[in-house]
């Protein structure tokens, strides 16, 4: 049996002029976890916000009593250099530091943002780096990856290299909004059928229309912007993708 849905709405899709109080308010209508979308203008082309945005809206969220509880700030980092920017995050308030693949491959190992360092870090470590830091560790990986990257970290003897949750995008990370590729999903259902007791999210495009689709994959981390805050009745809305995923179950 695959874990429990844990629904995450995305706030890049709130209202940042009230962003504590609707993030607040998004955890009472029912949401497990919030996932904040951190862009830097690199890695991708657009960008968010920062660690100390994160700072302000920790404090209208009460921290998770144990790993991958309610509350959990689940912060997606779609920047160039992952491994300098664990630190603030941690401090911040993040609980789980989710990696792209494709950054962690092509990043420095420095571990502060005004460092250099010659040399390249790689996924393992950084997953190890993470979990050192104190956090829970995702790593995400683009429509153009192949989930074949993946096995080595999975497979890893080594407990504290092997991440806490996968990511799959269900978009081209960047940008909200943006339309539901359900050619994806044979990665989320290549990984549930390889590992049944792993977090898999998704992330872009989900809704009542497409929630279905990813569940029957085998997604159980569920990642909703517009369907949930620009929805009449989010708690509706967070129920609705919950029993998607509880019935597949």
Known sequence: MA???????????????????????????GANWLHIDIMDGHFVPNMTFGAPVVTKIRSYVECPKSSFGTGTFDCHMMIAEPKKWVKDFRKAGCDLYCFHYEAAISSTAAENPADHSDKITNPKDLVQYIHDNGMLAGVAIKPETSVDVLWDLLENTTESEVPDMILVMTVHPGFGGQKFMA??????????????????????????????????AGANVIVAGSAVFGAKDPADVISKLRGAVEKQR
């Open 3 to 29: 874990p429990s849905a844990i629904i995450a709405p995305s706030i890049l899709s709130a209202d940042f002029g009230a962003l504590g109080n609707a993030c607040k308010e998004t955890i009472n209508q």
């Open 183 to 216: 050619s994806e999903l044979p990665k989320v259902k290549a990984l549930r059928q390889k590992y049944p007791n792993l977090n898999i999210e998704v992330d872009g495009g989900l809704s009542e229309g497409t929630i279905d689709q990813a569940a029957e």
